[in-house]
């Protein structure tokens, strides 16, 4: 029986708020829940602001975007797991995932 072991990982979520009817908070209790119920243990949220992008985005042509970053501790599959279940999310223009 193998065991499993969680990694630190860092998500840097580059959102685009434009046309969000909901307030930026309830967004970010949106992410931390989604990155529990998929396994994950959210250890630190850091909201960054907006930031001008270092090159426009493909798909929404924005320059800037809220960026907020979750250390969480989780099992391998969780990062592939986080990417999928955004993929489709207008509200979220880009994921980073990093194993610290």
């Known amino acids: 029986m193998a065991v499993k072991t969680n990694s630190n990982y ?4 580059l959102l685009d ?10 967004l970010y209790e949106n992410i931390t829940q989604t990155l529990v ?10 909201n960054h602001g907006t930031l001008e992008m270092s090159r426009k985005s493909r798909n929404t042509k924005q ?10 501790q989780a099992g391998p599959e969780v990062p592939a797991s986080v990417h999928k ?7 979220i223009d880009r994921i ?3 194993k610290i």
């Open 63 to 72: 320059s800037s975007a809220v960026y907020v970053q979750y250390e969480f």
């Open 37 to 46: 119920d998929l396994g994950g243990e959210v250890t630190q949220v850091n």
């Open 96 to 98: 980073i995932i990093e």
């Open 17 to 26: 708020t434009r046309g969000v009817e909901e307030s930026v908070d309830s």
């Open 85 to 91: 279940k955004f993929e489709l999310d207008t509200r």
């Open 10 to 13: 860092r998500a840097t979520f």
